[in-house]
């Protein structure tokens, strides 16, 4: 798929039909994770695959969204921030939420392009999901990612902001891009 329509394709899905996906496709959207960028080229990222329906039931109540558990397949995103923060120092955890960042967007891309579906939930209970998947205490937990086929029905577009919403020039709040064409010098005869 190009890289354009990926990104214009990929939403929020929160209804998947009985299906899994196949674990192989999984591992493809993960390989796609790995491939984002990391400070001193240091990839802190591990990830959880979940296949049990009964942890999936689990899951989805330490999420409080329990269309979670309509889920046949979830990958939690875990960081390990020491090395980071031993390079960086407090910049490090700062590297480390960064780098979670770029490494789930190449894996929602990956899903839109491998015809699969995903919603990024950062909201859970920490310390429950932690216990759930025996995650060791000095590790983050950066992200829950059910994935399976969407249920189609009436699909929900949330129109995106246009750019010139989003777009300052030169400092913050100047809008307007500053011309090329300096006035010419004045010239005296």
């Given at each position: 798929m190009e890289l354009d329509l990926a990104?214009?394709?990929?939403?929020?899905?929160?209804?998947?039909?009985?299906?899994?996906?196949?674990?192989?496709?999984?591992?493809?959207a993960i390989d796609a994770a790995n491939q984002a960028p990391f400070a001193?080229?240091?990839?802190?990222?591990?990830f959880i695959c979940v296949e049990d329906g009964e942890k999936i039931k689990e899951l989805a109540k330490f999420t409080d969204q329990t269309w979670v558990g309509t889920s046949k397949f979830i990958v939690v995103l875990v960081s390990d921030d020491a090395h980071l923060e031993n390079q960086y120092g407090d910049r490090g955890r700062v590297y480390s939420r960064q780098q979670a960042g770029a490494a789930i967007q190449n894996f929602l891309l990956k899903i839109v392009d491998l015809k699969l579906a995903?919603?990024?939930?950062?909201?859970?209970?920490d310390s429950k999901v932690r216990d759930l998947f025996k995650v060791p205490k000095h590790m983050?937990?950066?992200?829950?990612?059910?994935?399976?086929?969407?249920i189609h029905g009436k699909e929900i577009h949330v129109k995106k902001k246009d750019l010139e919403n989003v777009l300052y020039w030169e400092e913050?709040?100047?809008?307007?891009?500053?011309?090329?064409?300096?006035?010419p010098p004045i010239q005296h005869k």
């Open positions: 990104i214009r394709k990929r939403r929020s899905v929160r209804a998947f039909k009985n299906a899994a996906p196949s674990w192989k496709d999984v591992l493809e001193g080229n240091h990839n802190h990222l591990k995903t919603c990024w939930i950062g909201s859970y209970d983050q937990i950066e992200a829950v990612l059910p994935i399976g086929y969407e913050w709040d100047k809008t307007k891009r500053p011309t090329l064409f300096k006035e």
